[in-house]
């Protein structure tokens, strides 16, 4: 099965750095999503990582270490649109896209 | 413009009676999936189906049933059996059946069972 851990809530200041940490345990690996939900809405896609290593998309990079079975998606320059909160996700093994999200975490943006 | 649409945003339903949230998709995407989410909750996976006609159950299918008999189309019951069904709704879609590809989501359906 997976299992999916984040932290429930951060508080980060405007124009700060943050990062937001995610540990999982999947019975196999088929990589790794965020993806980000404003308060009411839909989840929209921020990144997805299979290898090792820190993929930068602007503002956001997202990070991932399959031996530790550890990610984190770094926010930089933070702005108060990134109030919301930021889903840790896992496709199942075999080869279906049946994704476990984790609860998320909901980051408050102060200024 | 393609996307996912779900109506509608809200809905109220007395206790006892069976409701249906519709999902269309104009993605030309084969998957499709229904989650629930509870505040505090991350979302569960109601089902999913990788082709039509044909679906599976995801972890909290109990209470719920689903069709899949055109690709745009993925509509959820909600039914009497379905214990607790206020919940906020969301339906996705994507591309493929292997995984690696992002989930579209739709603008969700707030459910409320008095």
């Known amino acids: 099965g997976q299992n999916i851990d984040q932290p429930t809530e951060m508080t980060a200041t405007e124009g700060a750095i943050v990062q937001i940490n995610c540990t999982y345990q999947?019975?196999?690996?088929?990589?790794l999503f965020w993806y980000q939900q404003h308060a009411g809405e839909a989840p929209t896609f921020l990144s997805y990582n299979v290898l090792d290593g820190l993929e930068e998309k602007g503002r956001f990079s997202s990070f991932l270490s399959r031996s530790k079975g550890y990610s984190y998606l770094l926010l930089k320059e933070l702005q108060m649109k990134d109030s919301a909160s930021y889903l840790c996700?896992?496709?199942?093994?075999?080869?279906?896209?049946?994704?476990?999200f984790g609860t998320g975490t909901k980051l408050q943006v102060i200024p | 413009d393609g996307g996912i649409t779900q109506s509608p945003k809200y809905l109220f339903r007395k206790e006892g009676q069976n409701v249906t949230l519709s999902c269309e998709q104009n993605?030309?995407?084969?998957?499709m999936y229904w989650y629930r989410q509870d505040p505090g909750q991350g979302l569960r996976l109601i089902y999913y189906s990788q082709i039509v006609n044909d679906f599976q159950k995801g972890d909290i299918a109990e209470g719920y049933s689903v069709s899949r008999e055109k690709k745009e189309s993925f509509p959820l019951t909600v039914t009497s059996a379905q214990k607790n069904p206020t919940a906020f709704y969301l339906c996705?879609?994507?591309?493929?059946?292997?995984?690696?590809?992002?989930?579209?989501f739709g603008p969700g359906t707030r459910l409320t069972v008095t």
């Open positions: 999947t019975s196999g690996f088929n990589g």
């Open positions: 993605l030309n995407h084969d998957a």
């Open positions: 996700a896992a496709p199942s093994s075999g080869g279906y896209q049946k994704v476990t």
């Open positions: 996705a879609s994507s591309i493929g059946q292997t995984s690696g590809y992002e989930q579209y």
